[in-house]
């Protein structure tokens, strides 16, 4: 006689951060907890259905037969509560309650008025800002909100493209001096090294400084440009960033192809959510005024 185990949907949240994780401790962070719950709890599960749900593998855990199914079940289940979830949210029209913005913290740094104006503007929206290059995922509501820089945003959000960044060379003071600018294959150069994909750079320096010598690669934006300002090599940065700094010189103009789009983008679900359309309107309107200073017309 089969025995009816009655599921819980918190048992599968763990379930399907080690098929997604495939350790441990990946597991424990994506759930917030300690390696030793996620051990716990996913073998009280298998005590209590009777069977294995994961083999342990030199490459990390990997789902048996049934294993696989209860994930796929699981991922099902969880789409359908994430939806609700977000149908739930979308029809707020309050001006208050808590909104988690993913954005890099480069955008943090540079329209930093622009955040605090919105705090001043809804003071009882709670505004979180999760500030890193990592993308969140806005569809499982790991945000709710999305700025980021990118000419190619996700298919599966909508929004707006707010900015658009330019970029052009910049080498310290110290090192190209305040006269004629010496030949760019004279120069010293920050690079990015072969997994931050900069193709554009590689494919730039190719063809303008074929000969130039690379002091250093990185792969870092925050890396690249305190090299830069410390006079290490030249290298590409945002005119917004360069042209603030009083330690770097311009020695180019804004650069056609290398320039990147702002976006603020959401959920489909969640477009209608009163202080989700505010911060929306919001940064719209702020980054806006920066629109000199992005092209570098403000040097």
Not at 1 to 29: G, H, I, P
Request: proline fraction near 5%.
């Amino acid at each position: 006689m089969c025995k009816y185990v009655q599921m819980n949907w918190d048992d599968l949240r763990f379930v399907l951060a080690m098929e997604r994780a495939r350790t441990l401790s990946s597991a424990a962070s994506q759930l917030g907890v300690t390696h030793t719950t996620v051990a716990r709890r996913i073998r009280a599960l298998e005590e209590r259905i009777g069977t294995r749900l994961f083999d342990q593998r030199p490459d990390g855990f990997e789902p048996t037969s049934a294993g696989a199914r209860l994930c796929h079940a699981a991922a099902k289940m969880e789409e359908e509560v994430l939806a609700l979830d977000r149908d739930i949210l979308g029809r707020d029209m309050r001006l208050n309650g808590p909104l988690l913005v993913t954005t890099h913290d480069l955008f943090v740094r540079w329209f930093a008025p622009v955040w605090a104006s919105f705090v001043q503007r809804y003071p009882e929206v709670r505004l979180e800002i999760a500030s890193s290059a990592k993308i969140l995922n806005l569809a499982r509501r790991d945000a709710d909100v999305a700025v980021r820089l990118t000419n190619g945003p996700p298919e599966n959000l909508v929004g707006r493209r707010i900015g658009y960044v330019d970029y052009a060379l910049y080498g310290a003071t110290s090192l190209v001096g305040e006269g004629a600018v010496p030949s760019l294959s004279d120069l010293p150069w920050v690079g990015w090294n072969q997994r931050s994909g900069a193709k554009l750079t590689w494919k730039w320096m190719k063809k303008h400084a074929p000969n130039a010598p690379t002091a250093v690669v990185v792969d870092t934006t925050e890396v690249f440009s305190s090299l830069i300002r410390e006079g290490v090599g030249v290298g590409h940065l945002p005119c917004i960033a360069g042209d603030a700094d009083p330690g770097l010189r311009r020695i180019s103009d804004p650069i056609p192809g290398f320039g990147m789009e702002i976006w603020v983008l959401t959920h489909p679900d969640l477009r209608n959510t009163a202080r989700i359309r505010a911060f929306m309107q919001h940064v719209a309107e702020g980054v806006g005024e920066y629109k000199d200073s992005l092209a570098g017309r403000s040097a």
